[in-house]
């Protein structure tokens, strides 16, 4: 049953955002590679051929508001529905409705909100209805679809990804908020600035707040203190069990290996910023300090165990300092990969040579029937023998000898390098030992 609006149901109050959503494709700012005139979506529209798509995007950057207007500019009946309150009886009275239309010659445009919110099964259920043309389907996702969706779904819909609104979008946005009200938004120009980096390139947030900023009473414009002072700053994008988590350890991860170290202290704030347990942000530096550091700097991986124990004995916000300080010791040591890529050639070879046994020289020998089989004969105690150094082979014998570790020279490694080489050099010197002879 449709609802009677009330006496004064057309003079409800709607939030600015609501007023001022597009009418036109062209009015979205920000998505100008989706919606300019070389844009997918525009060609999509201009050639009447709307196919079913994922709008992979940050919160407020328009996926609704895009959506929409495809189904307006494109004469489908707009069904829409989030994925957070709806079920599979929800799912089934929009499909009923849209085949009803369909047998009219109508089409339906289906809009879902957090589409990734549905499981696996009810992600299944859509395919039969976006395959026969059924419905359009139009879904709205902040998370990697490739992590959060069905592979079929996928492979009948395409993905177009919405940017975060930059500073130029925001701007434009601001302006028309400006033009609703007919007077300028009150903040100086420093907080006008402030403003935008709250909104975090999220259009409809900063709606919000200017909303909220025209509905002052004051005498002279804010500046960047009184603005912090007023509105609250937008809480950071990040989930730490999806795809902002991944992608901020990867950026300090690389920003680490690269050896730039400010943008390693960037990315390591930013986390914190989000809410990271510092704990697994020790974790991972840690693994890093063997993993990238290696020999080259032996010490780094010493550092980090005493970061990371730092931390725990400090805890928040103390702690985070001693993180801060291990950050700048990795970006600026010394790097390598030797080790890490020493070890997994050498699994590789064990994998692939089976259980290969070793040497019979290098073998002890506790038993008779195990001396009588040749169990340690012929080896050479390196201590006894000159440089120390026997040279004998350690490897199985039907084995040909593999040199896993190739320091580099840098750091420590250069040390180990010279180390091997002379090593190698002593082993060519004496063939007999090699092949476990006297």
């Given at each position: ?75 489908l009946e707009y069904e829409s529905l989030s994925a957070v309150f ?353």
């Amino acid at each position: 049953m449709t609802a009677v609006p009330g006496l004064f149901g057309n003079d409800a109050p709607r939030p600015l955002a609501d007023r001022l959503r597009p009418t036109d494709l062209a009015a979205i700012v920000g998505q100008d590679h989706l919606l300019g005139p070389d844009g997918a979506v525009r060609r999509m529209v201009a050639g009447g051929r709307l196919a079913s798509m994922i709008l992979w995007g940050p919160p407020g950057s328009g996926k609704t508001t895009m959506a929409r207007l495809l189904a307006a500019q494109t004469d489908l009946e707009y069904e829409s529905l989030s994925a957070v309150f709806s079920g599979v009886a929800d799912l089934r009275k929009v499909f009923e409705r849209a085949r009803a239309l369909r047998a009219d010659g109508r089409g339906t445009l289906l809009f879902v909100d957090e589409i990734h919110r549905f499981n696996r099964a009810q992600q299944d259920g859509f395919l039969p209805y976006v395959e026969d043309g059924t419905v359009i389907l139009v879904g709205a996702t902040t998370e990697n679809p490739s992590f959060e969706l069905n592979a079929a779904l996928l492979s009948r819909a395409q993905v177009f990804v919405l940017k975060r609104l930059d500073d130029a979008a925001l701007e434009i946005l601001l302006a028309r908020a400006e033009l609703e009200y007919g007077r300028a938004i009150p903040l100086t120009g420093e907080a006008r600035i402030a403003l935008k980096a709250m909104a975090d390139g999220d259009g409809r947030f900063l709606f919000n707040l200017a909303e909220e900023l025209f509905a002052l009473d004051i005498e002279q414009p804010l500046d960047s203190a009184g603005l912090a002072a007023t509105v609250q700053r937008r809480a950071p994008i990040y989930d730490k069990s999806q795809e902002g988590h991944y992608n901020l350890i990867s950026a300090l991860h690389k920003s680490l290996r690269g050896s730039d170290c400010d943008a390693s202290l960037y990315w390591f704030a930013r986390m914190l910023d989000g809410g990271e347990d510092p704990r697994y942000i020790a974790r991972r530096l840690l693994r890093f300090s063997y993993e990238d550091i290696g020999l080259a700097e032996p010490q780094a991986a010493l550092q980090a165990v005493a970061a990371w124990a730092t931390y725990e004995r400090l805890g928040s916000p103390e702690g985070e300092l001693a993180l801060a300080q291990l950050v700048i010791y990795l970006a600026t040591a010394p790097k390598s990969n030797a080790a890490y890529k020493a070890y997994g050639q050498a699994r590789r070879d064990a994998k692939k040579n089976g259980s290969l046994m070793p040497p019979k020289h290098i073998l002890n020998a506790p038993t008779a029937m195990m001396k009588d089989q040749g169990y340690g004969a012929g080896y050479a105690y390196d201590h006894d023998a000159p440089d120390a150094f026997s040279g004998q082979n350690y490897f199985p014998d039907t084995m040909a000898r593999s040199t896993y570790y190739r320091p580099v020279e840098r750091g420590f490694e250069r040390d180990l390098r010279k180390r091997l080489d002379y090593w190698a050099k002593l082993r060519a010197k004496r063939p007999r030992q090699r092949d476990g002879g006297a």
